[in-house]
């Protein structure tokens, strides 16, 4: 079974200054990992996503996560974040041959003017 | 193409009344999923298909839902009799490919049930 943590719910900080949220997996098998945002009304948009080779992976509006097998985790950083960033950010994973997402329970950003 | 639609955003409907809810995929996606978010929660699967086969169905999905895509194409998703605990997020996605292929979603369809 895969199952995605994800340990703060909010997370306030001021514009400019660097985040991370965090997010640990749980799976015996290889896995696919993601990071979504969500605003307010609207689906899901995808950030970026770690399915093999460099661990460190790059996505879009500046953010950044690394997969760190050894400690399960896939955190999501960005070094300087904006008013725009205020969302809720959803890790997920796909692992084996399992075709659905497990999504976390979410983290609400809030960048603080 | 513009992408994952969904119809209605909004639905409010009485207790013991059916609703149904359209899915249309981005054009040249196979792979379709149906997803339910409540308030504070992560969207949880439903149920998934591939072309028109129904592949996947999370028991989440009591046997008051029912999910269709008849021509591999567009997809509905139809619970009866409505109960309060139906008032969720119902999103759909597409892919073009399984695995760690990125899944598209929709707005999503908001369903209050009163």
């Known amino acids: 079974a895969q199952s995605v943590t994800q340990l703060d719910s909010q997370v306030p900080v001021f514009e400019e200054a660097p985040v991370e949220l965090r997010c640990n997996y749980s799976?015996?098998?290889?896995?696919?990992l993601f990071w979504y945002v969500q605003y307010p009304n609207q689906g899901l948009q995808l950030l970026l996503k770690y399915l093999s080779g460099s661990t460190l992976v790059k996505g879009i509006n500046g953010f950044e996560a690394e997969f760190n097998k050894s400690q399960t985790s896939f955190h999501l950083r960005k070094p300087s974040v904006h008013i725009s960033d205020t969302a809720e950010y959803f890790c997920?994973?796909?692992?084996?041959?399992?075709?659905?997402?497990?999504f976390g329970t979410g983290t609400k950003l809030q960048v603080i003017p | 193409d513009t992408g994952v639609s969904q119809d209605p955003r909004h639905k409010i409907t009485k207790r013991g009344q059916n609703v149904t809810f359209r899915c249309d995929p981005i054009?040249?996606?196979?792979?379709l999923y149906w997803y339910r978010q409540t308030l504070g929660q992560g969207p949880e699967f439903l149920t998934y298909f591939q072309n028109e086969a129904q592949l996947e169905k999370s028991r989440l999905l009591s046997d008051r839902f029912s999910a269709e895509r008849p021509k591999g194409s567009f997809s509905t998703l139809e619970i009866q009799r409505t109960e309060q605990g139906d008032s969720a997020m119902y999103l759909c996605?597409?892919?073009?490919?399984?695995?760690?292929?990125?899944?598209?979603f929709g707005p999503g369809t908001r369903l209050t049930v009163l």
């Open positions: 997920a994973v796909i692992s084996g041959g399992y075709q659905k997402v497990t």
């Open positions: 054009s040249e996606h196979n792979r």
């Open positions: 799976s015996s098998v290889s896995v696919y």
């Open positions: 996605a597409s892919s073009d490919r399984g695995g760690g292929n990125e899944q598209f």
